[in-house]
């Protein structure tokens, strides 16, 4: 199962969700969850983002892993970076390092990195706008021409939307 996660802060509390596919390129999630911690998000810390975020994540990918026992990940697909600069870890790169046999993670992200060039752009349907694409576990390339061919007509691929939605809705 590849497995897109997403979190939103709210004052008073963080909205973490996850949806569960099967293919790439499928149209609709096998799997959806939404967590919600009732207390307010930890501080902003410069250049530390993933502190913040990590704990969450993890959290929703247990959470997945229980309600799907036996049944492998085969990506985690995150909002945001993998790696800076092609080198310098970012949240997705926290992440595969904090889970034990992690799968490869993917990340996509929506801006362009304000500290240079990172990842591999992608455009999709008739957006001029691309999606930023970095890895860890799996060729960049690879991840990239993955994402390029989910599900969607438009820039953000059907699952990544629903997964967006669930965390900022819920």
Known sequence: MIVAVDVDYRADRVVTAAVGFAAWTDAAATLERVTTSMTPPAAYEPGSFYKRELPYLCAILAEVADAA???????????????????????????????????????????????????IAVVRGASHAPLYVTAIGVDVAEAARQIAAMHGPHR???????????????
């Open 156 to 170: 953000l691929p059907t699952l990544l939307k629903r997964v967006d939605r669930l965390a900022r809705d819920s």
């Open 69 to 119: 026992p036996g049944v492998a990940l085969a990506a985690i697909v995150i909002d945001g970076y993998v790696t800076l600069d092609g080198a310098t870890p970012g949240l997705g790169a926290h992440l595969h390092a904090a889970l034990a046999d992690p799968p490869p993670v993917v990340g996509v992200a929506k801006r362009p990195w304000r500290g240079g060039a990172a990842g």
